[in-house]
């Protein structure tokens, strides 16, 4: 739908999108662009340097969204060193970097509109969407520029309702966790996690040790200021995490549940003959290795368990050997992303017992990156072994693949007990790493416990499915969403 500026010309509405530079941000913002784009929204997509140029190794991705009329892609510096690596768990000095530095660029992009608008009639920019981890600095532009902000969280809704509610644990003096205490200590003052949160479930920049920790709070007021944002967007769907949804739109009225916004695109694209280059992986700022796919091909139905860790977890060395001979002397057909930077320090080729070398010839597959949706939804993946990243996660479920989940840091914590302990969708294996314990999961999850998860994982994804399909809640909160932005054009 177009509209009319004073002087009688149409105009469409235009949205500013700015994700944190993470593959997991930037993947689902990519996919709301991209449904934005087919129901005629016209956005301008702003990455930072670094992530655009590793984006752009895929040949097709300016081609693809070239197709949806005035998408414009921008970049912006995350004042970093070109040759820093930006990469671990340490990606929080990235959002220092960006706190610190992005704001008056922003703004004077948008206030003198610079090259955001591309050439088509759109006067200015209408919305923002910004990431809610940049909850209050895009909650200053938009009040500064007079301009509608929506907050998109990427995280969990269960990950997000603890954020909120940091202040309540600390007040009920459930925080801080004291130095050697019981983590298994039950964490009572969340509103509908009272009878299974423990103190490791928490996301980790909740687990500290002092209350006045900055980490906690910078978290804590960043999720806060989602309840001054005109509305709020999360990734999930109504009967994963509806519970939840409802006690965030105690705070936050106005949540458009739209996920899993992998699977709602492809319903879309569905619908749209003239845009279908969409692949899984196009959205990838590492390179793509598919090869694994042939060797798939020969493996047998639900045969092999897949293991990711995702695109930030790095691991000690002896926490990989841990993972290696638990995988192997499971028995079990695996295949296995190791990132070249996600063990600290060298492997070194010499270093690893022959055995093990043997046996990943012989039912084993290492690869750097794979084109993760695809595999997932493979024939022959009966499992996932994964670090309980949001992306991930919803992925496995609408892939119906079980999980075991050994959280690395963030979101991870609580999303693994939600997939073990309230969703019945695999097991919580949390931080621990032992040999042993991922040989019996391996063993549990791939044959003793099949039957039982096939039921509760095949169930889930159909109501995934129903969710983003015609009539269901994420795509009538879609519709919801794009008549809202409409309206910030008129
Ligand atoms: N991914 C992929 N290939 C891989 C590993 C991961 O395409 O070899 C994708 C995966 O499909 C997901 C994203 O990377 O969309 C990882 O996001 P997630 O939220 O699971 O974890 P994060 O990387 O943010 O820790």
């Known amino acids: 739908m177009a509209h009319q500026t004073a002087t009688g010309q149409n105009f469409p509405p235009r949205v500013l999108i700015f994700p944190f530079p993470a593959q997991g941000h930037v993947n689902c913002m990519l996919q709301l662009a991209e449904l934005l784009g087919l129901a005629g929204i016209h956005v301008t997509f702003l990455n930072t340097n670094h992530v655009h140029r590793r984006l752009l190794q895929h040949a097709d991705i300016q081609a693809r969204f070239a197709a949806y009329p ?18 671990g768990n340490e990606m929080r000095y990235v959002l220092r970097s960006m706190l610190e530095t992005t ?56 990950c997000f309702w603890i954020y909120f509610s940091v202040p309540d644990i600390i007040k ?18 969340v509103a509908g996690m009272e009878t299974f949160l423990r103190c490791r479930d928490l996301p980790s920049f909740c687990q500290v040790s002092d209350e006045r920790d900055p980490q906690l709070h910078l978290v804590a007021r960043e999720t806060r200021q989602s309840a001054r944002a005109q509305s709020l967007i999360l990734n999930t769907y109504e009967d994963l995490e509806g519970p939840l949804v409802s006690h965030i739109r105690t705070h936050c009225p106005k949540i458009y549940t739209i996920g899993p916004l992998h699977a709602h695109l492809k319903v879309r694209l569905a619908k749209n003959v ?33 293991v990711s860790f995702g695109s930030i977890t790095v691991m000690k060395r002896d926490t990989l050997m841990e993972f290696w001979h638990g995988l192997v002397n499971s028995n079990k057909r695996f295949l296995w992303v190791v990132r070249p930077d996600m063990v600290a320090g060298e492997v070194g080729n010499n270093e690893i017992p022959a055995e093990l070398v043997a046996a990943t010839r012989e039912r084993g597959y290492l690869v750097g990156w794979v084109p993760q949706e695809e595999v997932l939804a493979h024939r022959a993946v009966g499992g996932f072994l994964t670090h309980s990243g949001w992306n991930s996660t919803l992925e496995s479920i609408v892939a119906e693949v079980p999980m075991i989940c050994w959280a690395y840091f963030a979101d991870q914590p609580i999303i693994s007990r939600y997939v073990g302990e309230v969703w019945k969708l695999g097991m919580d294996m949390k931080g621990v790493c032992d040999r042993k314990i991922v040989e019996k999961m391996v063993n549990d999850l791939m044959v003793e416990r099949r039957e039982d998860f096939a039921r509760s994982t095949a169930e889930m994804a159909r109501l995934a499915r129903k969710s983003v399909n015609e009539g269901g809640s994420s795509y009538c909160n879609l519709d919801r969403l794009i008549a809202d932005i409409r309206l910030t054009s008129m």
């Open 70 to 87: 005035g998408f414009l892609f921008r970049t912006i510096s995350d004042g970093l060193p070109e040759d820093d690596p930006r990469s």
């Open 103 to 158: 704001k008056p660029v922003l703004k004077d992009m948008l206030s003198t509109c610079g090259d955001i608008l591309g050439s088509d009639s759109s006067p200015y920019i209408t919305c923002i969407i910004a990431d809610g981890i940049f909850g209050s600095l895009a909650n200053e532009l938009g009040n500064e520029l007079n301009i509608p902000v929506i907050h998109f969280r990427t995280i969990s809704a269960c």
């Open 172 to 189: 009920a003096e459930e925080l801080p966790i004291r130095e050697k205490e019981d983590m298994d200590r039950m964490i009572r003052s």
């Open 274 to 306: 003239s845009t279908s280059t969409y692949t899984p992986s196009s959205n990838s700022i590492f390179e793509v290795d598919g090869r694994c796919m042939a060797w798939l091909d020969s493996q047998p139905f639900k045969s092999v368990i897949y």
